[in-house]
């Protein structure tokens, strides 16, 4: 089993910065890609980022591109998300998530969600 926990979301104004971040415990093993997804109230669950394990590919949403950065210390276990010039469609809550294939639309595990607010 696989543990995902997230931290450091918040509420914010707009034009504002978070940084979340993801600790990941349990049979986690090496070589598996981690990410984020959000859903806003009301619409459907959206991706927003992935990393791989070298961390040498990253993708985004197009939604956040140019705004959001994800990375991620190994070391720790630790996936991070970068939030800058954020705006109020950005509110959403935001899971973590781990899975082998970098390009998993359905990754195999999910944190709890953690609550980004932005005020206009």
């Known amino acids: 089993q696989v543990f995902l926990v997230e931290s450091g979301g918040g509420l914010v104004q707009a034009g504002g910065s978070l940084r979340l971040s993801c600790a990941a415990s349990?049979?986690?093993?090496?070589?598996?890609?981690m990410g984020w997804f959000r859903q806003a109230p009301g619409k459907e669950r959206e991706f927003v980022a992935a990393i791989s394990w070298s961390s040498r590919s990253t993708r985004y949403g197009d939604s956040v591109k140019g705004r959001f950065t994800i990375s991620r210390d190994n070391s720790k276990n630790t996936v991070y998300l970068q939030m800058n010039s954020l705006k109020p469609e950005d509110t959403a809550v935001y899971y973590c998530t781990l899975d082998i294939n970098y390009y998993s639309n359905y990754p195999t595990y999910w944190g709890q969600g953690t609550q980004v607010t932005v005020s206009s």
């Open positions: 349990g049979r986690t093993g090496s070589g598996y890609a």
